[in-house]
């Protein structure tokens, strides 16, 4: 490795993509070919090692893989005592110096815990850089899966969470020309009411894409039955506001 | 080449990425090394020949690159006649039978020129197959150049275009908690008016990210000095809105 500013071994932000392996970045690959430690944190279901199977292949045969532990609560204090933790553990390493990754799924920018990370490492140490490495998101990955476009032209594209329920999509379905809500998991029936009230949404609905088990549903009434999985998202499109995209 | 479905060649929408070759997906870089003919089709200056910049370094040395003429009108007939004979070139290959890719900056999905060629292409060969490769959009590798996360948390993220001037960042201004404006270029001053009036938006401007003479600018007042370039971009952010993010 060669120490970066300040003496710190190179810090990445790498985005690890939706699930395959195939879509992660080049450049993503070539970071975790070039690191000394890849950090692996997820709150949620298998997130942690599925990031990891990703990272796998890519990784330099010397690379050390180190789980981050992220608790499932909603304790405000619990939360960022475990951050800063993870955060005093990574910038161990970077001053040895090593260079080191923290891999998330999807794309380090979009409600990822990168964020989190980051915002306590660059407190603990201000001269610290990291380069962030983009990666595809989930609903890039579902909509390429399905052939649904997710804007066109001059539409717009509304991105919200179904983590705490029908609330995000309540305040959106009307405005969105396109709306794609993630986390659908365990608030299935509570979205699919909200996203049919009030408005001309049609929609499709995808779980686990790029895994085993992967379905693509054309109609919202896919999500009535209950969602078996964290990684479900719904792409839904307002044809009453679909436009002539290329005016 | 191995013929797909109805004895077409295989047919795939590449995203190639924002800029950089080193963002294009692993995917994207194995589907371009053995594809026959490679199509590139932009409406906006030199998107054709960045984005065909951008998969060079992939394409096998037998593989042919092909420009789709793509008419810079308002005339809905024109362009409509003229997708419908780029569409009619793109089937004349995979009818040889030969393998081809059509490439598109940013992800194929996202207000990308892949959605009207291909639903023109289906129509004219209601059996055709294609294979969407996703790629990073302008916006993502933006906010990984500007250290600036797109969403947390339960945060919404809006993205629309500054195209036609304000209008759309006025629909969302006050609902977003965080508003992408794309394609600023031209409506500058408008979209900075907009994005000014009426909430408390702060912002990061970025130009030409990942090309040469990129630029990343803190705060809404880059705007307003009027944007060179079609590759301009605002991620801004409703600091009213922000919550707790982990609850």
């Known amino acids: ?124 140490a201000p001269g610290l850089e990291a380069e962030v490495v983009p990666g595809i998101t989930s609903y890039q990955a579902a909509a390429a899966q399905a052939g649904e476009p997710l804007a066109e032209g001059e539409e717009s594209l509304v991105i919200v969470s179904g983590a705490k329920g029908g609330a995000q999509v309540e305040r959106f379905r009307a405005l969105a020309d396109n709306l794609v809500v993630l986390k659908v998991y365990r608030r299935a029936e509570e979205v699919a009411r909200a996203l049919r009230e009030g408005s001309e949404l049609e929609g499709v609905v995808v779980s686990r894409c790029g895994l085993p088990g992967e379905r693509v549903h054309r109609g919202l009434d896919a999500l009535t039955a209950g969602s078996d999985s964290y990684y479900t998202l719904v792409i839904a499109k307002n044809r009453r506001r679909r436009e002539w995209p290329l005016a």
Request: aromatic residues 10%; contains cysteine; proline residues 8%.
């Open 1 to 124: 490795m060669s120490p970066g500013p300040a003496g710190y071994g190179r810090f990445y932000g790498v985005g690890v993509g939706p699930g395959d392996p195939e879509l992660i970045t080049v450049r993503a690959a070539r970071v975790l070919g070039r690191v000394d430690v890849v950090f692996s944190a997820c709150a949620h279901g298998d997130g942690e090692s599925l990031a990891r199977r990703i990272a796998e292949p890519y990784l330099a045969p010397s690379a050390r893989v180190v789980p981050l532990h992220f608790p499932m609560t909603r304790n405000r204090r619990e939360v960022e005592a475990a951050w800063d933790e993870n955060a005093r553990r990574v910038l161990g390493v970077l001053e040895a110096p090593a260079d080191a990754a923290f891999i998330t799924l999807g794309d380090p920018s979009t409600f990822s815990t990168f964020t989190y990370l980051w915002r306590r490492l660059s407190a603990l």
